[in-house]
């Protein structure tokens, strides 16, 4: 149906940088929105930026002013520039897209990528 190819995790340093990508591919008439979620251990996952068909963006309080979301004209790959990394920042990252069909819309997710910020 919908696949994804996620890239740019990794091990960075407390104040470094990393940048991740995801593009998605199938089974996609449109995307009502795309961007990432993370999951630190024995925690719940949290929303962390995404992006809407229109172009408005959200990003969740903890990343704001340090994490930046793009995507590229066809809409279907979207990148994290994500800097000033702090421990805290230290989870999985998945790829999530919401995906309108006939009946309803559907979340689809990547298989994750983790980001480790440590000295």
């Known amino acids: 149906q919908v696949q994804f190819v996620e890239s740019g995790g990794g091990l960075a340093q407390p104040g470094g940088s990393l940048r991740l990508s995801c593009s998605a591919s199938?089974?996609?008439?449109?995307?009502?929105?795309m961007g990432w979620y993370r999951q630190a251990p024995g925690k719940q996952r949290e929303r962390v930026a995404h992006?809407?068909?229109?172009?408005?963006?959200e990003y969740a309080d903890s990343v704001k002013g340090r994490f930046t979301i793009s995507r590229d004209n066809a809409g279907n790959t979207v990148y994290l520039q994500m800097n000033s990394l702090k421990p805290e920042d230290t989870a999985i990252y998945y790829c999530?897209?919401?995906?309108?069909?006939?009946?309803?819309?559907?979340?689809?997710w990547g298989q994750g990528t983790q980001v480790t910020v440590s000295s």
């Open positions: 992006i809407y068909s229109e172009g408005s963006i």
């Open positions: 999530h897209a919401l995906i309108p069909r006939s009946d309803w819309a559907y979340d689809y």
């Open positions: 199938g089974s996609i008439p449109s995307i009502q929105t």
